[in-house]
């Protein structure tokens, strides 16, 4: 059971985080933090895609006298990032040359890019398109939308989407699991 501080505070930091989903234009969730104490609860703000924390943090600074009983200071921040965000952010690595697959770009460099990005799930109608396909082809695995660029690159998608089918069976990109943060993801061949 709650105690009425952390009950009020609660409720503050739920009215905060709808009104910084209106600000943001995504929605924001609050949730406090398993582990912490009752008395002082840790409250978190998450939210998916959208903006960056930082930007986030910026909008909050027109925010902060508007709501009572938050301190801003002590939230923690945390966005989480859709397979087609990550694969949109993927495309637009590779097209801009900043690393071609698997060299310097993996899953952890896009995601790190991503830290700087806002909304990275928008983008022209022919990306979105191409990056929910990318998504779709590989499961929605970050490390098997790697590999595929790896070894079949955008044509691959772009001609799957022209002939209305996809240009590799989804079954063949196998991940090994035991590979740790730098998975090994092999393609079956024949």
Do not use: K
Not at 14 to 37: K, Y
Not at 87 to 113: D, Q
Not at 132 to 150: F, P, S, T
């Amino acid at each position: 059971m709650s105690t009425p501080s952390s009950l009020h505070s609660g409720r503050f930091v739920a009215r905060f985080a709808h009104q910084l989903s209106v600000h943001a234009g995504v929605p924001v969730a609050a949730r406090r933090l398993p582990g912490s104490d009752r008395s002082t609860p840790i409250w978190q703000l998450t939210w998916r895609d959208g903006p960056s924390v930082a930007l986030m943090r910026y909008r909050v600074a027109g925010l902060r006298s508007s709501v009572a009983g938050v301190v801003v200071e002590d939230l923690h921040w945390q966005r989480t990032v859709s397979s087609t965000a990550f694969a949109m952010e993927l495309l637009r690595n590779l097209r801009s040359g900043t690393a071609a697959p698997g060299e310097h770009l993996t899953t952890e460099t896009v995601m790190r890019s991503l830290d700087r990005v806002d909304h990275p799930e928008r983008g022209p109608l022919a990306e979105v398109a191409l990056a929910q396909q990318l998504a779709a082809v590989c499961e929605h695995r970050q490390d098997a939308m790697v590999r595929y660029l790896e070894l079949y690159g955008t044509p691959g998608l772009a001609s799957a989407g022209v002939r209305g089918a996809l240009a590799i069976d989804a079954s063949a990109v196998v991940v090994d699991p035991g590979a740790g943060p730098e998975t090994t993801v092999t393609v079956a061949t024949g």
